[in-house]
């Protein structure tokens, strides 16, 4: 093994399906958030390997939506995280031979998660998670595998939210080193195209928003009550750095969808 790779997560990956320690029970938090998992269906959604325990309202509005629009979809007991963890050293390193063998990580573990699915009777994978994205299109292009956001186009009917949003889209450059995928970016405008009302105020990403001046370009660009995000990095560095003062709602493009359909 490439000696920029962890070992010890490569093996807690195969064995829990984590990239870190110490993470909560997976069954026990989706029982109590009422969430679907194992169950025979077309559709099996991906959450990614933390954000069932940092987000588990985002994941229960998405699911809320799917149910609305009647999508067969399933959730997964045992989730196999895709190994993005590993490439960080790799990348800082710029070592492709690393990165190459970061590559068949994931590759070995996004395909534990494809297999379940196909045993589950599923046809599509649905990426919650956008750094799993470039990842698995790369590892198995002849998949049907989308990002979240084109599930939420095919469900949702027409809408009204007469209202201004900021959206954030997100510059995804960490995940162009994963693989040189572009994300699916055009199925959130489709999504946006079905709500009658909406004025969106789209903020660029000139650079990352990890990075200071990335933040506060973020940051000085909102203008609107309303935030939303379908990056889960992007998502949570506004939730943490936003001013207090600003009483910005952040969202997650799923929690948006449904706080119009709840009224």
Known sequence: MHPLISKEMVEHIRLTGHALEDQPDRVEIMESLGLPYDRQAKNVVIMGCQNLRMMPAVIQAFARVLERGGMDYTFLSKEYCCGNYLYRPAIKARDEEAMIECRSFSKEFAGLNIRRMKELGGRRLILL????????????????????????????GDLEWPCEIDYYAGCYKLHRNFAEVPMELKSTNAVF????????????????????????????????????????????????????????????LPEFIDMIQSG
């Open 129 to 156: 998670c956008s750094p799993c994205y470039p990842i698995y299109k790369h590892a198995f292009p002849g998949e049907d595998i989308i990002f979240y956001p084109r599930a939420l186009a095919e469900v949702i």
């Open 193 to 252: 195209q079905k709500i009658k009302g909406l004025t969106i105020n789209r903020i660029s990403a000139p650079s990352c928003c990890y990075k200071p001046d990335g933040l506060a370009h973020m940051i000085d660009h909102v203008r609107a009550d309303y935030m939303v995000h379908i990056c889960t990095g992007c998502y949570f560095q506004a939730v943490f750095n936003m001013p207090s003062e600003r009483q910005v709602k952040i969202l997650m």
